[in-house]
């Protein structure tokens, strides 16, 4: 049966879609003073960048988790139901959680008369402050929505900060410059309080470089304070400032999730030393066991099905190096469905080369590109492509097509990996 109250709260929050992208915290400030700003009880580790923030994030929450820490973890978008978004021990809060808390936000924000145009994005984020304080977590683990300075989960003073990597993305919000973009992300950068970054490019190292000596926060930069070292299938050492740990197992495919690993242990290192130590078994405990929808996800093997949230170019690199190098198929299907205000042309001009056919969908989402222009890319790039607007009859379609040795991969948005899981669960 379903959950009337939990409906009508997200016909509510999606309703809050329509104000857009309202950029600037005095929104979600007016909402959690209502709220008596239970933002101020937590402690965060607060992530951003442009990759890779949700699994660094899952990472750290599991071995906080094995060292028994009672962990909150606020992540976005959600793949099969919002209640994903925000997670307490593991487990994601209840649909009558979620519907209970919406009432009551909501009756707060009108109680006090504040002007409603606040986004899904401030209110969704009031929300998990509220849970996380009220289950009285000892963490909370805070992955960024989007940029940095203006996001509505600027509002905290973590104990420690990363930044993954900047690349580019929303150029429509964050600009058209590289350097541009890396200011907005470094707007989460805190007085005293410590930056992680996996950064490579120089000009963005200097950049957060200056920023960090404006304000007296210590910097660790990959490659230079901690490193991470490649040891077979998904096994790394970690060198850190202090610590130094061999044979670490980490249970997300693509070697990419090695630098992901990597970042997450030097997030853990300083932990411990603002006063959270974690003991050597929760760490081989907490990677090892460590699991993250929608990433490289293996959802059937004859014929390989893959899910994965690619939805900008550096992620289709990272995909396309995974499928290559760590499967064996015969033949690769793609079905792909991309937001219009992403760099279509270019995420498409990377699966190209390793693709057989791709299967240009379309999710249920405004934002969707057109599968036409996606064809037309597709063509462009010198590939072999077809329309097929609906995910299901595209996926159908493919799982028909497919060899029990083929590869099929969904990917694109995490909107497009939605709506195939949940016809893959369907079709079970």
Known sequence: MENKPFLESLDYLYGLQRFGMIFGLSNIEGILQTLGNPHEALKVIHIGGTNGKGSVAVMIASVL???????????????????????????SVSEAEVATMTARIKKEIEDAKIPQQFT????TTAMAFLCFAEAEVDLA??????????????????VVTLITNVSFEHRDVLGDTLIGIAREKAGIIKAGIPLVTGVTQKEILRELENICREKGAPLYLMGRDFSGEAAGSGIFRFKGRQWDFSGIKVNLLGGHQ???????????EAMEEAGYPVTRESIY?????????GRLEVVRTRPWVVLDGAHNPAGAQALSEALSQGFSYDRCYFLLGIMK??????????????????????????RAAPPERLL?????????????????????????MAGSNDLIC????????????????VCQ
């Open 376 to 400: 037309k890319a597709v063509e462009t790039a010198g590939g072999r492509g077809r329309v097929i607007p609906d995910v299901a009859e595209g996926l159908d379609t493919l799982l028909s």
């Open 258 to 268: 090695i630098a992901n690993a990597t970042m997450a242990m030097e997030i853990l």
């Open 141 to 158: 683990v805070v992955e960024v929505g989007l940029g940095g300075r203006l996001d509505s989960t600027n509002v905290v003073t973590p």
């Open 285 to 293: 405990r907490g990677l090892e066991q460590v699991n993250w929808p």
């Open 341 to 366: 205000d992403k760099e279509v042309e270019k995420i498409i001009s990377i699966l190209v080369p390793l693709s057989d056919e791709l299967v240009l969908t379309q999710p249920k989402q405004d």
């Open 120 to 123: 899904f994005f401030d209110f």
């Open 410 to 425: 969904v990917a694109g948005s995490f909107y497009t990996i939605g709506e195939a899981k949940a016809h893959l669960l």
């Open 65 to 91: 988790r094995e060292n028994e820490y009672r962990v909150g973890l606020y992540t976005s978008p959600h793949i099969l139901s919002f209640t994903e978004r925000i997670q307490i021990n593991g487990l």
